[in-house]
């Protein structure tokens, strides 16, 4: 996590010039997801730097599955600011 000045910084703001998202400020109105990935060792902040799949069942379910551009990677999904894992996972459930 590349954090500066208690501030989340993206770390694809090299390949993506036109990007104006590249910090998010340790207080936001609520919290918000972003992808790290573990390979390259990187936080993207907005999806133009990842790629998307999507897998479709027999049942109707459809899965979603987000990817590194760079290493083609599977991304996390985490929560700015860090809170604890539990309030985390019912975050998750609500915004679903």
Request: with cysteine; hydrophobic share 30%.
């Amino acid at each position: 996590m590349t954090v500066r000045g208690n501030h989340l910084q993206c770390d694809g703001r090299s390949q993506c010039v036109s990007c104006s998202i590249y910090t998010w400020p340790p207080k936001v109105a609520k919290p918000k997801k972003y992808f790290r990935c573990e390979k390259c060792n990187i936080d993207i902040l907005c999806e133009k730097l990842i790629s998307s799949s999507y897998e479709y069942y027999d049942d109707g379910f459809i899965e979603k599955k987000v990817k590194c551009n760079k290493c083609d990677g599977a991304l996390l999904e985490l929560i700015w600011p860090r809170i604890p894992n539990k309030l985390a996972k019912e975050l998750l459930a609500l915004e679903q």
